[in-house]
Protein backbone atom coordinates (compact mmCIF):
# COMPACT_ATOMS: atom_id res chain seq x y z
CA UNK A 1 0.00 0.00 0.00
CA UNK A 2 1.11 3.24 -1.17
CA UNK A 3 1.75 5.79 1.53
CA UNK A 4 0.20 9.55 0.76
CA UNK A 5 2.39 12.31 0.56
CA UNK A 6 1.52 15.04 3.15
CA UNK A 7 1.05 18.81 3.03
CA UNK A 8 1.36 20.70 6.11
CA UNK A 9 0.48 24.23 5.62
CA UNK A 10 2.75 26.74 6.60
CA UNK A 11 1.26 29.70 9.06
CA UNK A 12 0.26 32.30 6.63
CA UNK A 13 -1.61 29.28 4.77
CA UNK A 14 -3.37 27.99 8.63
CA UNK A 15 -4.41 32.08 8.71
CA UNK A 16 -5.70 32.45 5.82
CA UNK A 17 -8.17 29.55 6.45
CA UNK A 18 -9.08 30.79 9.66
CA UNK A 19 -10.64 33.81 7.62
CA UNK A 20 -12.45 31.32 5.24
CA UNK A 21 -13.84 28.93 8.43
CA UNK A 22 -15.13 31.78 9.92
CA UNK A 23 -16.61 33.39 6.64
CA UNK A 24 -18.65 29.67 6.25
CA UNK A 25 -19.55 29.30 9.88
CA UNK A 26 -21.22 32.73 9.65
CA UNK A 27 -23.10 31.88 6.79
CA UNK A 28 -24.43 28.70 8.57
CA UNK A 29 -25.32 30.82 11.49
CA UNK A 30 -26.83 33.52 8.97
CA UNK A 31 -29.43 30.21 7.26
CA UNK A 32 -30.24 29.68 11.16
CA UNK A 33 -31.09 32.54 12.15
CA UNK A 34 -33.13 33.19 9.03
CA UNK A 35 -35.20 29.71 9.84
CA UNK A 36 -35.61 30.81 13.36
CA UNK A 37 -37.65 33.74 12.10
CA UNK A 38 -39.68 31.65 9.72
CA UNK A 39 -40.41 29.20 12.40
CA UNK A 40 -41.50 31.62 15.35
CA UNK A 41 -43.61 32.92 12.22
CA UNK A 42 -44.82 29.55 11.53
CA UNK A 43 -45.70 28.82 14.84
CA UNK A 44 -47.72 32.05 15.40
CA UNK A 45 -49.91 31.09 12.20
CA UNK A 46 -48.60 34.26 10.39
CA UNK A 47 -48.12 33.53 6.95
CA UNK A 48 -46.76 35.99 4.52
CA UNK A 49 -48.93 37.79 2.36
CA UNK A 50 -49.61 37.04 -1.30
CA UNK A 51 -47.36 39.07 -4.11
CA UNK A 52 -44.51 39.51 -1.75
CA UNK A 53 -42.32 37.32 -3.36
CA UNK A 54 -40.00 35.07 -1.85
CA UNK A 55 -38.64 34.95 1.58
CA UNK A 56 -35.81 37.52 2.59
CA UNK A 57 -36.41 39.65 -0.41
CA UNK A 58 -36.36 43.39 0.22
CA UNK A 59 -40.64 43.19 0.27
CA UNK A 60 -40.13 40.02 2.43
CA UNK A 61 -37.88 42.20 5.11
CA UNK A 62 -39.95 45.09 4.54
CA UNK A 63 -42.91 43.15 5.71
CA UNK A 64 -41.13 41.25 8.92
CA UNK A 65 -39.78 44.85 10.28
CA UNK A 66 -43.35 46.05 9.95
CA UNK A 67 -44.85 43.03 11.91
CA UNK A 68 -41.96 43.97 14.25
CA UNK A 69 -42.78 47.56 14.95
CA UNK A 70 -46.48 47.40 13.97
CA UNK A 71 -49.14 46.94 16.80
CA UNK A 72 -50.73 44.38 14.73
CA UNK A 73 -49.13 41.64 16.92
CA UNK A 74 -48.76 40.88 20.76
CA UNK A 75 -46.30 42.65 22.27
CA UNK A 76 -44.51 39.44 23.52
CA UNK A 77 -44.20 38.17 19.57
CA UNK A 78 -43.36 41.60 18.17
CA UNK A 79 -40.43 41.52 21.28
CA UNK A 80 -39.49 37.77 20.13
CA UNK A 81 -39.61 38.96 16.27
CA UNK A 82 -37.45 42.38 17.00
CA UNK A 83 -34.64 40.04 18.93
CA UNK A 84 -34.93 37.90 16.17
CA UNK A 85 -34.63 40.59 13.31
CA UNK A 86 -31.39 41.96 15.64
CA UNK A 87 -29.77 39.03 15.91
CA UNK A 88 -30.19 38.05 11.92
CA UNK A 89 -28.94 42.03 11.38
CA UNK A 90 -25.90 41.38 13.49
CA UNK A 91 -25.24 38.26 12.20
CA UNK A 92 -25.39 39.47 8.14
CA UNK A 93 -23.09 42.57 8.92
CA UNK A 94 -20.18 39.97 10.16
CA UNK A 95 -20.77 38.39 7.39
CA UNK A 96 -20.60 41.19 4.91
CA UNK A 97 -17.39 42.19 7.47
CA UNK A 98 -15.86 38.49 6.78
CA UNK A 99 -16.73 38.41 3.05
CA UNK A 100 -13.86 41.71 2.46
CA UNK A 101 -11.63 39.54 4.25
CA UNK A 102 -11.88 36.45 2.41
CA UNK A 103 -11.58 38.94 -0.90
CA UNK A 104 -8.46 39.82 0.42
CA UNK A 105 -7.50 36.33 1.11
CA UNK A 106 -8.68 35.27 -2.25
CA UNK A 107 -6.23 38.27 -3.79
CA UNK A 108 -3.04 36.71 -2.09
CA UNK A 109 -0.73 34.02 -3.72
CA UNK A 110 -1.08 31.06 -1.43
CA UNK A 111 -4.06 29.12 -1.32
CA UNK A 112 -2.98 25.50 -0.07
CA UNK A 113 -3.85 22.24 -1.33
CA UNK A 114 -6.97 20.19 -1.95
CA UNK A 115 -7.15 16.77 -1.43
CA UNK A 116 -9.25 13.61 -1.62
CA UNK A 117 -9.54 14.19 1.67
CA UNK A 118 -10.13 18.10 1.56
CA UNK A 119 -12.41 20.19 4.07
CA UNK A 120 -15.89 19.46 4.33
CA UNK A 121 -16.84 22.74 4.67
CA UNK A 122 -15.22 23.17 0.52
CA UNK A 123 -16.75 20.07 -0.47
CA UNK A 124 -20.20 21.28 0.74
CA UNK A 125 -19.89 24.52 -0.70
CA UNK A 126 -18.77 23.26 -4.14
CA UNK A 127 -22.32 20.72 -4.12
CA UNK A 128 -24.63 23.87 -3.59
CA UNK A 129 -22.82 25.17 -6.14
CA UNK A 130 -22.75 22.56 -8.39
CA UNK A 131 -26.74 22.36 -8.22
CA UNK A 132 -27.04 25.97 -8.54
CA UNK A 133 -24.97 25.69 -11.79
CA UNK A 134 -26.88 22.67 -12.83
CA UNK A 135 -29.74 24.01 -12.55
CA UNK A 136 -29.47 27.66 -14.15
CA UNK A 137 -26.57 26.84 -17.04
CA UNK A 138 -27.97 24.77 -19.74
CA UNK A 139 -24.56 23.55 -20.81
CA UNK A 140 -23.40 22.30 -17.35
CA UNK A 141 -26.98 20.83 -17.05
CA UNK A 142 -26.42 19.29 -20.44
CA UNK A 143 -22.93 18.13 -18.89
CA UNK A 144 -24.82 16.55 -15.59
CA UNK A 145 -27.15 14.73 -17.84
CA UNK A 146 -24.69 12.89 -19.77
CA UNK A 147 -22.41 11.85 -17.35
CA UNK A 148 -26.04 10.47 -15.63
CA UNK A 149 -26.92 8.76 -18.61
CA UNK A 150 -23.16 7.11 -18.53
CA UNK A 151 -24.69 5.42 -15.24
CA UNK A 152 -27.82 6.13 -13.81
CA UNK A 153 -27.64 4.82 -10.81
CA UNK A 154 -24.64 6.81 -9.59
CA UNK A 155 -25.97 10.36 -9.47
CA UNK A 156 -23.31 11.00 -6.73
CA UNK A 157 -20.54 9.98 -9.03
CA UNK A 158 -21.99 12.42 -11.82
CA UNK A 159 -22.00 15.43 -9.07
CA UNK A 160 -18.51 14.82 -7.78
CA UNK A 161 -17.69 14.87 -11.52
CA UNK A 162 -19.30 18.70 -12.05
CA UNK A 163 -17.96 19.62 -8.66
CA UNK A 164 -14.57 19.09 -10.47
CA UNK A 165 -15.30 20.57 -13.13
CA UNK A 166 -16.40 23.73 -11.82
CA UNK A 167 -13.44 23.64 -9.10
CA UNK A 168 -11.43 23.84 -12.00
CA UNK A 169 -13.09 26.64 -14.00
CA UNK A 170 -13.13 28.50 -10.67
CA UNK A 171 -9.13 27.55 -10.62
CA UNK A 172 -8.61 29.29 -14.13
CA UNK A 173 -10.61 32.19 -13.50
CA UNK A 174 -9.00 33.19 -10.72
CA UNK A 175 -5.62 32.68 -12.05
CA UNK A 176 -7.27 34.96 -15.35
CA UNK A 177 -8.57 37.37 -12.51
CA UNK A 178 -5.06 37.88 -10.68
CA UNK A 179 -2.91 38.23 -13.66
CA UNK A 180 0.38 36.75 -14.48
CA UNK A 181 2.60 36.82 -11.86
CA UNK A 182 5.73 38.35 -11.36
CA UNK A 183 8.31 35.31 -12.01
CA UNK A 184 5.40 34.50 -15.24
CA UNK A 185 5.99 38.02 -16.46
CA UNK A 186 9.86 37.81 -16.49
CA UNK A 187 9.56 34.19 -18.15
CA UNK A 188 7.22 35.69 -20.66
CA UNK A 189 9.35 38.90 -22.14
CA UNK A 190 12.55 36.91 -21.55
CA UNK A 191 10.36 34.41 -24.36
CA UNK A 192 9.57 37.42 -26.07
CA UNK A 193 12.92 39.10 -26.74
CA UNK A 194 14.65 35.30 -27.50
Known amino acids: ?43 NGLEKPAGLGGNWTVKHRAWLEELAGGERLDWRLRVALRSELSYLAACEAETEYLDEHVQAVAASDRKGHITRQGPRRLRRLLAQAVQMWVRWDPKAAEGYRRLVGKSPKRKRI ?37
Not at 7 to 22: A, K, Q, Y
Not at 162 to 188: C, F, K, N, Q, T
Request: hydrophobic share 50%.
Open 1 to 43: MAVRAVWVPDLETRLDREVVRGRGDFGEVVTRAKEKIVSLLAR
Open 158 to 194: AKVAMMRRLAIRLWHAALDARGPSAAEAVASAETRTS
